[in-house]
């Protein structure tokens, strides 16, 4: 068995930000002493390691799985490739969804991408007692270090493991558990489910108890105390512990409460209009990721473009989206045809965001929006439908205009949790949280069309995720299968 030291491990990582770009840090030191001593090293360290920047996620394929999207044609469209070959066996949910079309593979990075996260994340926590730096320097890095290992845990479970149900956890198959603080060439059994969660809490825990001793500085760029909150009310949205849900969400929204109202902006669709996921949006905690995810952008003769079941969802007098143009669902008409024969091509685009380099921000947020929905959801499990129909519409009042922006309080719990439901699904559109709230909800059978064949010979097909299907847990990625026996079985539990 083959084991390295931490140094080691750590001198790998650094490694890496040769690669990734994370300019200045080894310029420090010479070629053999490349030895971080410092929290400040470290936290450069872990910040070229474990934090999507600007790049692509390597989950872009989650909208396809839901009922969010449709195959789309942009016959005007004459850059960019097919993106129907990548997002294929996503949006059709095949046995193996990496594999296109013609049978070529795309390869799922998520697992690999998130357990090296893991691995940076154990690696920082570790040398903690060793390192110089002041005691908030090392609390902001150790609550850095809990959130990203928090969240890697969350997206590996609910992408590769049963849903939670408090019933079922202790024996639902989940995702391996990691705690070496270095790389060894060894497999690692599925924990459970409850297992999962189990560790997820600690890491909540581990994040609130070292960012409590952080001063109050919010740099979006990095995890901290607001963002890793929201994420906290999240985890335990999952578990159902309603009254966790809402003190994770009190913590958050005392910590930043701010929405971005749509009301006080200029008309969606104007020059002046900004996009919404932006550095002027003042509800966001935590920025990450590529914005522009190839399968759903309009560039592309064929893409991945909004559902009519989405578009249809959204009410009068909503600024996301009012049938033609929004801050985040925009159409536009193209006359392709001359003024002689005019031809109007109609596009559906998605404009929540857009490059770091146009919205100063990257193209993902973990945000105030949340923690308002979250703890909704939980207050209304709880039967106290005025507090939860009070939160929807505080977060309605900054997205509708202000004439239909206030929803009765219906007289069912049912139907409270029915709009806190709708409300998520429209807030979060294209944000990666509708496949997690689908299985979390029921797991719904669901039907998408798939388009074949080319803008003058296009044929379609049909296929249906059963509710309930195995298939709401997607396959542990072809390349961790082939090279490791354990996880090739994929029924282990510990």
Known sequence: MKRYTTTTAVIALLSSLLLSGCKGFLDEYSQDTI????????????????????????????????????TMVNANSTQGDDQRRT??????????PELSPTNVLNTDLTWLTLYQHILSANIILDALDDMEGTTEEKAQLE??????????????????????????????????????????DVSFPRATVAEDYAEMEKDIQGADEAFAKVSDERNIFRWNHAAAAVLASRVYLHMQKWDKVIEYADQALSLNGALRDLNTLPEPGSDEAKNFICKDNKEINYSYGFGIIPELSSVHPYYFGPSDDILSSFDKGDLRYDGENGYFISTTKENVGGWLFPKWVTTIKIVKTDMS????????????????????????????????????????????????????????????????????????????????DLRRQGMPELHHTYITGTDKETGTEEYTLPAKSPKYVIPVPHTVRISDAVLGGGKETK
Not at 87 to 96: A, L
Not at 144 to 172: C, K, Q, W
Not at 403 to 428: D, H, N
């Open 357 to 436: 380099e146009i919205t100063g921000i990257y193209g993902f947020a973990i945000r105030s929006a949340e923690a308002y929905l979250n703890r909704a959801e939980a207050y209304a499990m709880k039967g106290d439908l005025s507090r939860a129909m009070k939160d929807l519409n505080t977060l309605r009042r900054a997205r509708v205009t202000p004439e239909y922006a206030v929803l009765e309080t219906p007289g069912t719990q049912e139907e409270v949790v029915r709009l806190i439901w709708q409300e998520r699904r429209r807030e979060f559109c294209f944000e990666q949280l509708r496949w997690f």
């Open 143 to 184: 609550g850095e270090a809990h959130a990203i290992r928090l969240f890697a845990y969350f997206m590996l479970t609910n992408i590769y493991g049963e849903p939670y149900d408090p019933v079922t956890a202790s024996t639902a198959v989940g995702v391996p558990l990691n705690y070496h603080h270095y790389a060894e």
């Open 87 to 96: 997002g294929y066996g996503y949006y059709t949910w095949q046995d193996n």
């Open 35 to 70: 030895v971080p001593t410092t929290a400040k090293d470290y936290s450069e360290i872990l910040y070229g390691d474990a934090y999507f920047k600007e790049v692509a996620l390597p989950y872009r394929y989650l909208d396809l799985l839901t009922d969010d999207v449709v």
